[in-house]
């Protein structure tokens, strides 16, 4: 199965694409991958600031701009700002602190209008019509968004406290809540971080763990289980209560969510054990290796979901959501209930197959993560210092070298 698929598929791709789809995200067709490349390096100060402790930033308030570089420039010179641990293995944990962060303000807007709100994970009041329509996935579906959004949290909390405890500093994107929250019922109003209401979901992941005989690694590509959300641009929350009905075009928003849960965290589930690859630290190591199984697991209960999305077509914008089990779709690559991973194809083809997840390349892995994140629209609005911060959380953390980085 090598099925050519849309060019926005995350599957397989390192790097270098992320400037492209931020073009496409922010509608700027001017840009060049060059133009926005000079861009992201004429930010590189302010996205310095951006990531460094809240503390160090306000303090930072009052000195010159040109004081600030060569503080923050001796201080990471000499490498103090990273405290105890190597400077890739501190790169490592704030691309993880930073991912966490903005898995964390997507969960918790779902949480808001179709989760259990309670002093775990408080804000927002529910929307019934949307909760219920997601319910139709699943009857504990706001139990579970309740739960991994609370997981979320703890995640990013986590390691933004054990990079502290280690003398470096934490990761805070604070400054970028800006985004619209949605004008339904039940949503708080204040700044998000992501955009839910204008997504392009790649589904690939869905014939990608079901493939016995190809590999993300390896440069195999995948089709869609919806090809329709992976093209055009969708929400996946009830953008104000005029979404609420008819209820084909409710359903086929909390169909879309039942999606995009999988393809977020299917990506945290690759994330963690491509960049364990490269952490040096054995105590850094055990952190990513108990943290990134749990984003497997939050797979596993959303894949085990999706498959329960109705099949239907919105009538407002024709979006498809096509039955998946049968013609011209079921069978091996596409039946509901085949949500364990498929041994498929691993490191060298003559190998037998095995059962993994998928990918788990190490280089360039965290800007690959980055790019689908930007491909998935997560991130319209934003301004184009965030996706400098972004990008170079990301190539910081892809610098660290195994061995002494
Ligand atoms: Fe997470
Ligand atoms: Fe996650």
Redesign the pocket.
Known sequence: MKTQVDSTTSDGKRGGSVLRELEISKSTAANTEAGLAERAQSWKSVSRRSFLGKSLAVGAGAMSAGLLASTLMAKEGKGKSFGHLGKGDAAILRFLAA??II??DLWQQYNELAGIQDTEVPGGTGNPAYTEAVKVLDEDMDQYIHDNTD??FS??KFINAFLVSKGADPVNLDQFRTLPSSQATGAQQIGRLTNLMQLTVDTSWWTRYRSDNANPDLGDTFPQAVPGLSSGQFPAIPRNDGDLAPSDHLQAIANTAGFHFCFI?QG?TSLYPALAQRVTDVEVLRVLLS?GP??AM?FQTWHDKAGNAPPLTDPTNGLVFPDLNSPPFGGEEFQTNLIMPEPTVFLNRTFPVVSIIRPTETNGAAMAAVNSLVADGLFIGQPPEFFALLSQLAQEADAAKQHGG
Do not use: K, L
Request: proline share 0%; aromatic share 8%; charged share 45%.
């Open positions: 991912a966490e898995e964390a997981d979320e995640h990013f965290e945290g943290i749990t984003e939050h």
